[in-house]
């Protein structure tokens, strides 16, 4: 089978299961962007070497009277290669919905590979959906002890800083929706890909864990976060005279081996004011090379 022939029947299947989702949920599902239904229809016709834009649609499940919205973004392999999906609701609290979500993740690579899935991620949400509002329930009372807190604090916003290890970063998309989302929360730092890869991200507390939340679920190796810095500000202090970066950025610091030169990182966390944490993400004292 040609690249083009495999293509053309990958988004055959992808168009099958859309309208087979439709049929099912005419009203719930709702498709971002009908023009790039209609470019896969126009190359499962007459292929050619422009490809279409990736398929994505949200799905609105109701179950136990929460409104559950499933986004569903379809790579141009699928169903040969996973779908990147994510789950969202307000009846949730953060921490539930982040388990929620690694929990969606976890089911998602146990499925056969190759076959369509979107309807048994479906199905998984609307059996396992309850006990996560079960759990958001049990915690809304210390929940509310919090904001009563905070609100006797007067507000005061939390600075916070993520400091973020993974086994490798490579993928130039994912890579691209690190830095996008960085911005869409008003959230500085950076990214070192390669082996290991290393994240930054530093802004308020509730925009780096909504970063954190849809980074985490993405398919990874291995990624964890390895410190967490966090300040109450103040009515003296402005939050930007927080941040030791002033733009989220890709930083590069190659090595003949392929890997990343942990001199080199080190050098620019010290240029940053953020030597410190070398210990916390690799165990070890950074050490300057004379």
Not at 25 to 49: M, R, T
Not at 112 to 130: F, T, V
Request: aromatic letters at 10%; a negative charge; hydrophobic letters at 35%.
């Amino acid at each position: 089978m040609t690249f083009y022939e495999n293509i053309k029947e990958n988004l055959t299947t992808q168009i099958y299961e859309l309208e087979a989702l439709q049929s099912v949920y005419p009203e719930e599902l709702i498709v971002a962007d009908h023009g790039i239904v209609a470019d896969i229809n126009h190359f499962i016709e007459f292929p050619q070497e422009e490809l279409p834009q990736r398929l994505e649609y949200v799905i609105k499940i109701s179950e136990n009277e929460a409104i559950i919205e499933l986004q569903v973004c379809l790579p141009t392999n699928y169903p040969q290669e996973k779908p990147e999906v994510y789950a969202r609701t307000s009846m949730l609290d953060r921490m539930q919905q982040l388990l929620l979500n690694e929990a969606l993740a976890s089911f998602l690579n146990e499925n056969e590979q190759g076959e369509p899935c979107i309807y048994s991620l479906i199905s998984w949400l609307q059996d396992n959906i309850e006990k996560y509002l079960k759990n958001s329930n049990m915690n809304k009372e210390k929940t509310n002890e919090y904001k009563k807190k905070e609100h006797e604090q007067g507000d005061k916003l939390i600075f916070t800083r993520y400091w973020i290890y993974s086994h490798h970063i490579y993928n130039k998309l994912k890579r691209k929706d690190i830095a996008n989302l960085a911005k869409e929360y008003c959230l500085t730092g950076f990214c070192l890909p390669g082996k290991p890869g290393i994240i930054c991200i530093e802004g308020t507390d509730t925009n780096c864990e909504l970063w954190w939340q849809k980074v985490k679920v993405m398919n990874w190796h291995r990624i964890l976060i390895k410190l967490i810095e966090d300040e109450i500000l103040d009515n003296e202090k402005n939050i930007n005279t927080m941040r030791k970066y002033p733009n989220f950025q890709e930083v590069s610091f190659p090595s003949s081996d392929r890997h990343n030169d942990m001199g080199q990182l080190l050098t620019y966390l010290t240029e940053h004011q953020s030597q410190h944490v070398f210990n916390d993400i690799f165990g070890i004292k950074g050490k300057f090379t004379h």
